[in-house]
C-alpha cells in the first residue's frame, strides 16, 4: 500500500507557472505507474499526464501537451507536473494517483489507479 499526498497549487494569473508535488509513501515508489487527474467544478476527473515506473515513458492528454510537463524522482518519492503557460480553464482540484503494475508503461483511465492523493486546488485568474 502507498500514500499520497498532493501540493503546489495554489493561485496564479494567466500564463503563469506552478509545480505540483506528489510524496508517496509505503511500498517501493519505483513499483508504481504514477498519474495526474484533474476535476473542475460541476464536471468528472479527467486525465492529464501520466509516467511510468522509471520515467522513460510519458503520456499527456491533448489540452495539456506542449505546457505541462510530468516527471519523477524515485529516490525521493515524489512526482511532479510542472505547469507552465497557465489558462483560466485549468482551474481544476488535481489530484495524483499510483498503479502498482509490472509493466514499464503509464496508463490513462482512472480505474486502472489504486491509491490517491487528497488533492491540490490550482485556480487561474483572467
Known amino acids: 500500500q502507498v500514500q499520497l499526498v498532493d501540493s503546489g497549487g495554489g493561485l496564479v494569473q494567466a500564463g503563469g507557472s506552478l509545480r505540483l508535488s506528489c510524496a508517496a509513501s509505503?511500498?517501493?515508489?519505483?513499483?508504481?505507474?504514477m498519474g495526474w487527474f484533474l476535476q473542475a467544478p460541476g464536471k468528472e476527473r479527467e486525465f492529464v499526464a501520466a509516467?511510468?515506473?522509471?520515467?522513460?515513458?510519458?503520456d499527456y492528454a491533448d489540452s495539456v501537451k506542449g505546457r505541462f510537463t510530468v516527471s519523477r524522482d524515485n529516490a525521493k518519492n515524489t512526482v511532479y507536473l510542472q505547469m507552465n503557460s497557465l489558462k483560466p480553464e485549468d482551474t481544476a482540484v488535481y489530484y495524483c494517483?499510483?498503479?502498482?503494475?509490472?509493466?514499464?508503461?503509464?496508463?490513462?483511465?482512472?480505474?486502472?489507479?489504486?491509491?490517491w492523493g487528497q488533492g491540490t486546488q490550482v485556480t487561474v485568474s483572467s
Open positions: 509505503g511500498r517501493t515508489f519505483s513499483t508504481y505507474s
Open positions: 509516467i511510468s515506473r522509471y520515467g522513460s515513458n510519458t
Open positions: 494517483a499510483a498503479n502498482p503494475t509490472a509493466y514499464r508503461r503509464t496508463y490513462r483511465l482512472q480505474n486502472d489507479y489504486d491509491y
